[in-house]
Every structure is written in structure tokens, then in C-alpha cells.
T-cell receptor
Framework: DAGVTQSPTHLIKTRGQQVTLRCSPI?????VSWYQQVLGQGPQFIFQ???????GRGNFPDRFSARQFPNYSSELNVNALLLGDSALYLC????????????FGPGTRLLVL | GEDVEQSLFLSVREGDSSVINCTYT??????LYWYKQEPGAGLQLLTY?????DMKQDQRLTVLLNKKDKHLSLRIADTQTGDSAIYFC????????????FGTGTSLTVIP
């Protein structure tokens, strides 16, 4: 079975632009979470979605938004990009909302110039 | 995160045991996890432990949990060069218990 997939793998944007990152969860998994990993740090929780509804949000500004589709795939949008948004963005999927193990994708590396 | 702490670096010789330590903050965390990240890659789940357990062994990996001290450790027996990576501990948080807080990661270097 395919694991969590993310696209694109790499992305370069300039300050002020907008970006959309995509994630497909493991087949059968209904929950998707997004994390930001800045170089040299651990991943920071951004969002969790389940059955197309937001079920958790980390301490990130409103420039960050996400959605989940009926097929459980998800998009993360970041508006008005800042240099500090440069990071590896990780998507994780789990079967449901309870304290389930999360499986991570390879990430999208975003560079903001 | 919620101050999940790890030492930054660890260096061991091939064949020795490695012990990576972590302290966490939320005594209500039900599950605690260990993930491995190789350069340029995502996170690979290594193992996890339920909070009512003291120890879990899985092949070369042994996880020890001290709930009183909120201390978690990962022991890798017979460490190999392929074990060189960054290791993250994580605790689950939130109303769903499915929002993970990660430590800063421990960079393990295995010397041949």
C-alpha cells in the first residue's frame, strides 16, 4: 500500500506570494494533520482535519489555512508568505481522531526568498 | 511545542548501545512516540508506548517510561551506521489526543 504522499516535493516562492501544498493520506485513513518543521527544530503542529472538519489548530497566524476533501486528501494554504515560512511542511495521516499513531509523508520543502 | 526536551547530540561507536533521552510535560499524555528522520526525509515511526506501561521492547529497540519523572528513553542495541539520524520523541495532546508535540530532536552519529 502507498504511504502518505505529498506534492510538490520542493517549492520556491517570493515574499508576499501564496502557496498551496497537497497531501494524500494512507488509504482508509480519515484524519490528516499538518506540521511545520523549521531547520534544526522539531515539527510544530499546524492543523488537524477529520471528515472534512477542522478538529485542531496550533499557534499559527490566520495566513495559514487548510481544508480536507471528500476523498480525505488535504490542502494547506499559506498566504502573504514571509521569509520565516521557509520550512519542511509535513503531512501525517491516521485512521481516526482518537489517540492513533500518525504516519508521516516525505514533506514539501518550501523556500521563501 | 510544549517543552518536550531532548539532548541535541549523541555519538556512539558501531556495535555499542545508544540511549536517547526525552522529558515531556503533559502528565495526561496517553501515548508517547519515537520517530526517526534521515537527512532530507520525512518522519519514520519507530515505536510508541502506552502510558500505563513501563517498558516496551521491539527487536533492537527498548523504550523505558518513568511517568513520575516524565522521562522517556529509547535504547538502540548494537547500533549500526544506518541508525545515524535525528530521533524525535513526541507526546500526544489536544482534545482529540492526536495533536503531537515534538522535541527538538537528538542527532545520533554512529562512528564505524
Amino acid at each position: 500500500d502507498a504511504g502518505v504522499t505529498q506534492s510538490p516535493t520542493h517549492l520556491i516562492k517570493t515574499r508576499g506570494q501564496q502557496v498551496t501544498l497537497r497531501c494524500s493520506p494512507i488509504s482508509g485513513h480519515k484524519s490528516v494533520s499538518w506540521y511545520q518543521q523549521v531547520l534544526g527544530q522539531g515539527p510544530q503542529f499546524i492543523f488537524q482535519y477529520y471528515e472534512k472538519e477542522e478538529r485542531g489548530r496550533g499557534n499559527f497566524p490566520d495566513r495559514f489555512s487548510a481544508r480536507q476533501f471528500p476523498n480525505y486528501s488535504s490542502e494547506l494554504n499559506v498566504n502573504a508568505l514571509l521569509l520565516g515560512d521557509s520550512a519542511l511542511y509535513l503531512c501525517a495521516s491516521s485512521l481516526s481522531l482518537s489517540r492513533e499513531t500518525q504516519y508521516f509523508g516525505p514533506g514539501t520543502r518550501l523556500l521563501v526568498l | 511545542g510544549e517543552d518536550v526536551e531532548q539532548s541535541l547530540f549523541l555519538s556512539v561507536r558501531e556495535g555499542d548501545s545508544s540511549v536517547i533521552n526525552c522529558t515531556y510535560t503533559d502528565s495526561s499524555s496517553t501515548y508517547l512516540y519515537w520517530y526517526k528522520q534521515e537527512p532530507g526525509a520525512g518522519l519514520q515511526l519507530l515505536t510508541y508506548i502506552f502510558s500505563n506501561m513501563d517498558m516496551k521492547q521491539d527487536q533492537r529497540l527498548t523504550v523505558l517510561l518513568n511517568k513520575k519523572d516524565k522521562h522517556l528513553s529509547l535504547r538502540i542495541a548494537d547500533t549500526q551506521t544506518g541508525d545515524s539520524a535525528i530521533y524525535f520523541c513526541a507526546e500526544s495532546h489536544g482534545s482529540t489526543g492526536n495533536q503531537f508535540y515534538f522535541g527538538t530532536g537528538t542527532s545520533l552519529t554512529v562512528i564505524p
